[in-house]
């Protein structure tokens, strides 16, 4: 057993790494967008891996002052952990994605935030790895304790995130490796280590008390309504599920793409905001008789068709269409919202501005992931309402990495499933240029009526297009000729433009707003023709329907077009595009270099001195990538079966973590060469078969469970899967201490290395294949790790 | 001797300070003929007004200091709070869209460094433009009353309500879309006036939209989508 106090120790030091990287994550996605989220998730790793590098380098030198070497690294991890998001908050560092293809310096700021966070990850790896080396032998207790810490820290950062505001986080997490350091300090405490303590934890407590502002993007939705005139934040509330805020301003206007034909005033609203991003105008329950501002929408028009019965909003937000519904007299509205904080703010604070909208009668509330409630749902409805598909003038692709479940042609068939037979669903898109947003849409729509084996699908399609907006209307039976009518005469009273109606006339189709040229007309057209196939494959862009194998509906790029696009619109303009995908490219690219650099060029010098065999390398980058790969496709999966993304991220984290702990702790029982040890890799490629292709695709029958059989059912899931994997890391490092010491740096770092890779990896691989093929890649990876470590255990 | 020293030090002196200014001068007229020859009448606007407007007015001066020297670029540039100085190719298009005329009094929403206002000023009799961010609103009326352009009227205020006092109006120029049209602004519009409108952020693919109110109905026209260059689709 190593000393009880460097386990707990870096217990408290991998519970402060994940509850400072979960912050980080949400303070990324604060300040820019979520793609660097990813960000966070690849500084932490590279500085993981670069550590192990250094160890390499200078382990004999380190291992020498241990006992002081280790407690000052956890103090100065402490420190840093405090003040990096200040300093990366200073308006010289501070940069904006935005910029970053317009302003070169906003690259050398982008690097200098990246070296900025990668310090306190630094650290904190070489803590955990040096004493890996130190008790090596006992790896299986420490590796235990570092698992476990980070198990309790993704639960602790989740924690931390719903009781305060991200500012505060990083100052929080820092008291756990300050807290580390005094457990792990054992001399005498002269005036250096006392200046040293006591520096780092004025740090801390400065960073706890004065936390740093966080600035948002200038070109994010908050930071633009902050700049009307008497503007400010109402409230805030911090949650897992993001930064809600609630913004007012007297000229915060709202009626998104109202017919020009309406002349009356524009109410003034107060907006939430969550991160940054807007969520919707905080709007009142209508007052009986009231005609509706949005019933000057193109989004009004399945409430010109017909009287709305049972209606279902789904990814309701502040309840905009709920309103909008209300006005219409309906018999029930179900409203669906995933984020907690938007159904408690309306039920308390907003209660008086929405005119408790929440409590009316006719509204029943479900707080849950609106696809995983379409997936357990058993009603019928009238009319299904779905959110607004883009936001006003595009948004260059920054919701591309976004897995977006209630988008894919299966959830659209969920949708056909759940209306009654006479019953709509409408779905709406701003229109963008190159055209994407509302052409998706368009085939998502028309393959499900494909799938469900209607011979026409234009006697069931009606779309009608404003100045900005197309609309979508889906009706399960065909259209009746009064409501083609219906329809004429909305478009003529609001200067719209029938798009798709049964015996529609071309002339009919630009009346009011002419477009620059047809194309859409021709799209369109080709969407609903046996040529769609060939359309899909022609097009510029991806509109293929997003799956929930690839959930990815403002996907947009298709890199063998590039040069295609490049042609078309401008090399230059590339970027603005599809601005998402390549970020995350970027990143994947940036970090392939900069962590080969820092971490496999050394480790092949250090390597080639100590003889570690390419065997060994394959081991231990193998199970990096496997592993890596397994959480993250198990945080997408559980988001779906639970419908709560928050718990399903803490669950995966979490559980994975402490199983794995635990199976680290069992794996001391056996013999890093026995014969177990050497099959366990193959075993865990099974295992991952038998999830792939039978567990996961089940998961989705029991969707409609209770949340206690939920969960208990996903532990049942978990645990083994953790426990297993949690065994080849420490078997492979007690092997190398027992056969090679000297390469115990080098399998940290090489494994190190491959986590850092595959975060990205993953997601471009779930991208361009979907989730199985992730999965498929996990099991090939442990395959390949299994058969190394037959490779090695050979004489 | 010594006092002829000390004479040819100033004058010396006064050259060598004023030397960069008068080259710099030079050096952006340069750049604005070039700019007007290749990004505005080399991609398609002939409207000699447009074209005579934007080879008269100093870009140069409705830019950050730091970027005075990328004012001439063919993009837009930041200005600050989150607003920019539309590309000139943009500024020439909305220009000539609203085919403007000398006897025109036009509103422009959307102040931000009065460049725009500007080139409006040079070729018709009113400008009035409305700026919401305080501060900008506050810089393009002293850099305006500053560079002369006394029939430029700025306002700080919110340009949903439009400038009543003023209407109708020939031609409304909205520099910044939002997810509306407002009411106001299209009663605002004479009989057979025109309004144009971006449609997406400026560092992004822009739609340019025109707003017709013609015999009692009121039509739109998408132009087209620009970006740095305009795009050419095939």
Known sequence: MPPLRYALAIGLLSAAVLAFELGLMQIFSITQWYHFAYMAISVAMLGFGAAGTFLALFEERLLRAFERAFPLLLFLCGATMAGVCGLAQHPAIRFDTYLLFNDFRQAYRLLATYLLFFIPFFLAALAIGLAFVRFSRQIGGLYFADLLGSGAGGLIGLGLLGLFMPGELPGLAALLPLLGGFIAFQGTWTARWRITAALSCALVVLAIFRPPRLQPSEFKGISKTLLLPESKIELERSSPYGLIQAVSSPALRYGPALSLNYDGPLPVRKALFSNGEWVGAIVPAPAPGQVHILDFTAGALPFRLQHPGKVLALHAGTGEQVAHALAHQPLKVHMVEANPVIFSLMRKELAAETDSLIFHPAVEAHQLDARTFLMADTNTYNLILLPMVSTFGGTAGLNALQEQYLMTREAFQDIWARLDPEGMATISSWLDYPLRNPLKALATLVEVLDAEGIGEPQQHLIAIRSWGTITFVLKKAPFTAREVADTRAFCEQMSFDPLLLPGLQSGERQQYNQLQDTFLFGYTDALLSPEREKFYRRYALNVRPATDERPYFSQFLRWKSLPALARQWGRQNLPFLEIGYLIVLLTFLQIFVIAAVLILLPLFRVGARRQVSGWALAYFGSIGLGFMFVEIILIQQLTLFLGRPIFATALALSGLLIASGAGSWYSSRWGAVSRKAVLLPLAIALLLAVYTFLVLPALHGAVGLGTTAKLALLLLLIAPLGFLMGMPFPLGIRYLSEKNKGGIPWAWGVNGYFSVISTALATIIAVELGFSWVMILAGAAYTAAGAASLLISKP | ?234
């Open chain 2, 1 to 234: 001797m010594k006092r002829k020293i000390y004479h040819m030090a100033i004058a010396a002196g006064l050259l060598l300070t004023a030397s960069p200014l008068l080259f710099s001068q030079d050096a952006y007229q340069k750049k604005r003929e070039e700019m007007v020859q290749y990004q505005i009448a080399g991609r398609g606007i002939t409207d000699k007004a447009t074209l005579n407007a934007m080879r008269t007015v100093p870009r140069h001066l409705f830019v950050p200091e730091n970027l005075r020297s990328r004012a001439y670029d063919d993009g837009p540039l930041p200005i600050g709070y989150g607003q920019t100085i539309s590309q000139p190719y943009i500024v020439g298009y909305m220009t000539e869209a609203i085919r403007p005329k000398p006897d025109f009094r036009v509103l422009e929403i959307g102040t931000g460094s009065g460049y725009q206002a500007a080139v409006l000023a040079k070729i018709v009799d009113k400008a009035y433009t409305i700026e919401i961010v305080e501060e900008l609103a506050g810089q393009a009326t002293k850099r305006l009353q500053k560079l002369g352009y006394d029939n430029v009227q700025v306002r700080f205020g919110d340009g949903y309500h439009g400038w009543k006092e003023h209407a109708p109006y020939d031609a409304i120029v909205v520099t910044a879309a939002a997810e509306f049209i407002p009411p106001p602004l299209v009663e605002q519009l004479k009989p057979g006036g025109i309004m144009i409108i971006p449609i997406g952020s400026p560092f992004m693919v822009q739609t340019l939209m025109l707003v017709e109110k013609k015999g009692g109905q009121i039509k739109t026209k998408s132009l087209f989508p620009v970006r740095f260059v305009p795009f050419t689709r095939e």
